[in-house]
């Protein structure tokens, strides 16, 4: 499939966009993605105050939680009871995202390959090591796939 020619257009300048603000992903069971992203990787979730204003309601009925990385990206989990992936084989990747992966120091890498295996997370491949660090790569709940990665010591 060949790609239209694009005319050229104004474009947003170069560094105009700071950071990434939030991802949001959709899954299936709230409490589950919740204990996963919470308990298991560590992440805080919002409480109170903390909620945006515009998911207050939501995050009150259960339908959304969000979480807050170390670097102050908010993931924010919206709730799917009927979402089902186009393929229940969480390898065949179902979505336009290949994975998400979040940033640890390499003197934890290790233990939390042991936190993930403790606790059942399906391991699509790793811990690999690269010339740009390690790294791991598992499935969420709802099959989508994360990476811990770390740079070389």
């Given at each position: 499939m060949t790609q239209p020619e694009i005319a050229p257009t104004?474009?947003?300048?170069?560094?105009?966009?700071?950071?990434?603000?939030?991802?949001?992903?959709?899954?299936?069971?709230?409490?589950?993605?919740?204990?996963f992203y919470g308990e298991i990787l560590g992440l805080h979730e919002l409480q109170g105050a903390e909620v945006p204003t515009t998911l207050k309601?939501?995050?009150?009925?259960?339908?959304?939680?969000n979480f807050c990385t170390p670097d102050g990206t908010i993931l924010d989990?919206?709730?799917?009871?009927?979402?089902?992936?186009?393929?229940?084989?969480?390898?065949?990747?179902?979505?336009?995202?290949?994975?998400?992966?979040?940033?640890?120091?390499p003197e934890q890498f290790d233990q939390a390959v042991t936190v993930l295996k403790d606790n059942a997370v399906i391991i699509d491949h790793g811990p690999v090591s690269r010339p740009t660090g390690r790294g791991i790569y598992f499935y969420d709940p709802d099959g989508f796939l994360l990476e811990i990665r770390c740079d070389p010591i």
């Open positions: 104004l474009a947003i300048p170069t560094g105009a966009l700071r950071r990434v603000h939030h991802y949001a992903l959709n899954v299936q069971n709230m409490a589950a993605s919740r204990h309601e939501l995050v009150a009925q259960g339908k959304v939680a989990l919206f709730g799917e009871p009927d979402l089902q992936p186009p393929h229940p084989d969480p390898t065949q990747q179902f979505t336009r995202a290949n994975h998400l992966a979040f940033d640890i120091a």
